[in-house]
């Protein structure tokens, strides 16, 4: 039962990998004919499961199963269907194919729940399109800003006109918001899109929290000069005084548990190369589950980036452009997740935090949220060659299942 229950899910997951963008992995952005694709083949599998089906105000689609007990609360269960560019099949896409296996197999065994259930297919969690993210799940959590409409895609399409080219609604999302008093809990199965599992050898894990994230912009500006006849020690060299920031974050996270950080993007003026550079452009990103170790990473990081400009004569210029802080997942729901896990697997449950955002972040304004992560080959994702083995789907299924059936 459990490997077919898996082959079904990665066949599943490959026929919603096609639609796509041209190009390598999968490209599926949000509001876009690829996603309406989708979307439809999704909603057919969700009737099969003898769920009903609905889009909402924010391109979102839910599939519902009413219980049978008296508790009306609902159980949310679902992930994101975009993708980054370039990206993986599995990545969002399983959190959402794999739960409806779940309801199709308990529908076509005659079984029902206690308390009602909807699956959800996220519109937008990884923000390729808008330079927004979990659009999707902010509009169900009641933490959508109505002021990012105004954004603009790379042709020029506006968020609001986008959501009305695809059907949706976007003046009607103030509406919508669940009331927490309406939820029982959010839950996302999700690919791990790192190595810890597979070290482990272990197929699934539980997670404990979805890391903090900030991001800031640094200008460090010199003085361009002749790179032969300007002596050492005359210099004031931009990328020198950008290096030591690079190092210093490497260093940092390295010697500070629960920390990681990188330094994605650097703009040299001018690239010439027998010029002094005179300015860099540079970002920084640091991620901890915990928002004190990340706070204090980035005190002793932009403290050394002063130190390092002042010591070269270079104006530095900083700024903090996103901050989001870690998100905790419920106790009850990480003891739950971890019984069905080992009662699946016959072994303790490991429980890891995620170092990825996730639509968990939004939800947790609206209720507890709990995780299961499953094995990712190699650690691989946001990547064409992201992998995901049958064996562990069939697992993760089984194990949800336990989950819904002990809830």
Request: proline share 5%.
């Amino acid at each position: 039962m459990t490997e077919t229950l898996g082959r079904d899910i990665l066949d599943r997951l490959n026929q919603a990998a096609v639609h796509s963008e041209p190009g390598p992995g999968v490209t599926r952005f949000s509001f876009t004919p690829e996603h309406r694709a989708v979307g439809e083949l999704l909603e057919g599998w969700m009737r099969e499961a003898g769920l009903e089906t609905r889009w909402d105000a924010a391109g979102n689609l839910i599939g519902r199963a009413e219980g049978t007990g008296a508790d009306p609360r609902v159980l949310l269960i679902g992930s994101h269907q975009d993708s980054v560019r370039s990206g993986g099949r599995y990545d969002g896409m399983l959190g959402i194919v794999l739960p409806i296996a779940c309801m199709r197999t308990l529908h076509e065994a005659g079984e029902s729940l206690p308390y009602p259930v909807e699956i959800i297919a996220f519109s937008d969690e990884e923000g390729g399109r808008f330079t927004t993210s979990l659009i999707g799940s902010k509009a169900i959590a009641g933490g959508f800003n109505m002021d990012v409409l105004t954004m603009a895609d790379a042709h020029g399409v506006s968020l609001e006109q986008a959501m009305h080219d695809f059907g949706a609604a976007p003046r009607e999302i103030p509406l919508m918001a669940r009331r927490p008093e309406d939820v029982r809990a959010f839950v996302e199965v999700h690919i791990e899109q790192g190595p810890v599992l597979e070290e482990q050898g272990l197929e699934v894990g539980v997670v404990t929290a979805l890391t903090g994230i900030e991001r800031h912009r640094l200008v460090l500006t010199g003085k361009a000069s002749h790179a032969g006849t300007t002596p050492m020690d005359s210099r004031r060299d931009a990328l020198v005084g950008a290096a030591g920031i690079v190092l210093e974050l490497d260093r940092v996270c390295r010697d500070t548990a629960d920390c990681v950080g990188v330094v994605g993007e650097l703009e040299v003026t001018p690239g010439v190369v027998n010029v002094i550079p005179a300015q860099t452009r540079l970002t920084l990103e640091l991620r901890s589950p915990d928002d004190a170790i990340r706070v204090d990473a980035r005190e002793r990081i932009l403290a050394a980036a002063q130190r390092s400009a002042e010591q070269r004569g270079l104006e530095l210029e900083a700024s903090r452009v996103y901050e989001q802080s870690a998100v905790t997942c419920a106790p009850w729901l990480i003891d739950a997740l971890g019984a069905a896990a080992t009662e699946e697997t016959g072994k303790p449950a490991l429980r890891l935090f995620s170092g990825a955002g996730h639509d968990g972040l939004a939800m947790i304004r609206l209720t507890d949220i709990g995780m299961l992560f499953v094995r990712s080959p190699e650690g691989l994702s946001h990547h064409p060659d992201e992998d995901l083995y049958a064996h562990d789907a069939g697992v993760a299924a089984q194990t949800l299942l336990r989950f819904l059936r002990g809830l």
